[in-house]
């Protein structure tokens, strides 16, 4: 499994929309609204929660 996070804010295209998504057997792309490039800047605790629900 992969797991793709996208900031709705960030310069890069969402993976979902540009394609990437389809290189992927198994994944899961999760947008973060109010946040950039940098998840575990702007929204520290949704990241990391998120990162270890993964895990």
Do not use: C, K
Request: glycine share 8%; net charge negative; charged share 25%.
């Amino acid at each position: 499994p992969t797991l793709l996070l996208y900031g709705a804010d960030s310069w890069a295209s969402n993976p979902e929309g540009d394609g990437r998504l389809d290189h992927f057997a198994n994944a899961e792309v999760i947008e973060f609204e109010n946040a950039g490039h940098w998840l575990h800047h702007d929204q520290f605790d949704r990241f990391m929660t998120t990162i270890r629900d993964f895990l």
